[in-house]
């Protein structure tokens, strides 16, 4: 177990004060909360940093398993989903829960109380994680570029180094444009999904079924597979960075009631949100086991779902639908990354780069390998490196939700925010279920190959 010095949370807050740098400085406390407003006013207020986390839960890594899970075997697997969205909204609530209550993001407080040595380890852990979620980025956002407009995958993984200078252009304007754009963005995969979950007419009655766990998925070595990555691509260890950071963007009163109200707030929104990232993944499989395990098609690849969606659902337009949702997808989860990448660098390192350095540094390590593999390999070897990024960002689960979790249960730490024994309980079981189905995915994953 790593140990932690003893110090509490006005001690952190001292620290704070005496020229310790608050967690993405440039936006911290900008949007402001009306005070004495109607309660739905300031939930509006504090709305916006779950729909920014939510990104992470859908993006490009979730596609693939979501596809071979509806293909392979109907709508089984909803529960999987369903299990690790709960899982999600618990560890995120917590994510926020502790920067709201200490004012510092994970990354800072692993800074804090964990040995220098532990923490260059979780830095560089962190690290690879973030470019792993960059991989899935690029190829994600390359392979629609490719479908909508035929530009090559070579090609298309090259442009995305330019979305690096839209994210810069958003947050020099002020966090809540950044937040609007991901919002839009999100709205934009919801309608298209919704669609293709109207024109794939799926049997209701079976996909309720689906919600309800089923001792198969247990029994069954190949669909206990893409179970397991299907909890690792959904909790995206960066985000618990990113989600203790971005909810001190809020301007409440940093008092006891001003951060139980924004705790209760940040949870609210981060609940909402991720039923909309519920619903989203859902669909996918949804989608995928009304079109093609119906007609006895087994698709794991993007390419090929994109192929064979119009024909299947008698929709012209489904195939394009889901291309732009993708294409959105890549889109956002960008935004999640670079804030991300500058949340961790500064908070473990107390390092400071420009933000257009930074984000084209990241980027830069996530083209190289999609290039080369693309040039070797096609679409087929972009599709193998996207498995490979939920890889890495499963290996690196574990060293973001133990510190998380021994955070928020340390009443030293966080005074009277700390959770309850009962949470707590459930919190590490969560984390228990959560590094135990990894381990399993990376073992499978490294004796297949």
């Known amino acids: 177990m790593l140990q932690v010095t003893s110090r509490t949370i006005d001690e952190s807050r001292s620290d704070l004060a005496e020229g310790g740098r608050a967690s993405l400085a440039e936006v911290n406390s900008t949007v402001v909360v009306p005070h004495g407003a109607s309660w739905l006013r300031r939930l509006f207020a504090f709305a916006g940093p779950g729909y920014m986390v939510s990104v992470g839960y859908m993006d490009p890594g979730n596609w693939a398993t979501d596809l071979a899970g509806g293909s392979k075997f109907g709508y089984t697997l909803l529960s999987v989903i369903l299990l690790s969205n709960l899982m999600a909204i618990l560890l995120q609530a917590l994510a926020a829960r502790l920067g709201i209550a200490t004012g510092r993001d994970l990354a800072q407080a692993c800074r804090a109380y964990y040995p220098r040595p532990v923490n260059l380890a979780l830095w560089f852990l962190c690290e690879l994680a973030i470019i792993a979620c960059d991989l899935a980025e690029v190829i994600g956002t390359a392979i629609a570029l490719n479908l909508l407009f035929g530009i090559p995958l070579i090609a298309g993984a090259l442009i995305t180094a330019l979305d690096a200078f839209l994210v810069l252009l958003l947050m020099h304007k002020g966090f809540r444009y950044l937040e609007a754009f991901v919002v839009a963005l999100l709205i934009v995969i919801s309608v298209c999904f919704g669609v293709q979950v109207i024109a794939a007419q799926p049997v209701v009655g079976e996909l309720l079924r689906g919600f309800v766990p089923s001792p198969e998925i247990v029994r069954h070595p190949e669909m206990l597979y893409i179970a397991i990555g299907i909890i690792g691509a959904t909790v995206m260890p960066h985000n618990l960075y990113l989600h203790s950071s971005i909810v001190q963007t809020r301007a409440y009163k940093r008092n006891p009631e001003g951060r139980r109200e924004a705790v209760k ?7 909402i949100a991720l039923m909309l990232a519920l619903f989203v993944n859902a669909a996918i499989l949804i989608v995928a086991a009304a079109s093609f395990h119906t007609s006895g098609h087994q698709v794991e690849e993007i390419g090929q779902a994109f192929e064979l969606l119009s024909p299947l659902l008698g929709l012209g337009i489904a195939s394009t639908l889901f291309a732009v949702a993708l294409l959105a997808s890549g889109l956002n989860s960008t935004v999640t990354a670079t804030l991300a990448g500058q949340i961790v660098m500064e908070g473990f390192l107390q390092l400071r780069m420009p933000p257009w350095a930074r984000r084209l540094v990241t980027r830069g390590i996530a083209i190289v390998p999609v290039v080369f593999v693309t040039a070797l390999y096609g679409e087929s070897g972009t599709a193998k490196l996207l498995v490979l990024s939920q890889v890495i ?33 459930i919190a590490w079981v969560v984390a228990a279920v959560i590094i135990v189905l990894n381990v399993k995915l990376l073992f499978d994953t490294f004796i297949s190959y």
């Open 265 to 271: 707030f940040a949870t609210i929104d981060s609940t």
């Open 393 to 425: 960002l499963s290996m690196q689960l574990p060293f973001a939700i133990v510190p998380l979790i021994r955070f928020v249960t340390d009443r030293g730490q966080m005074g009277e925010f700390a959770i309850s024994r009962k949470t707590a309980c």
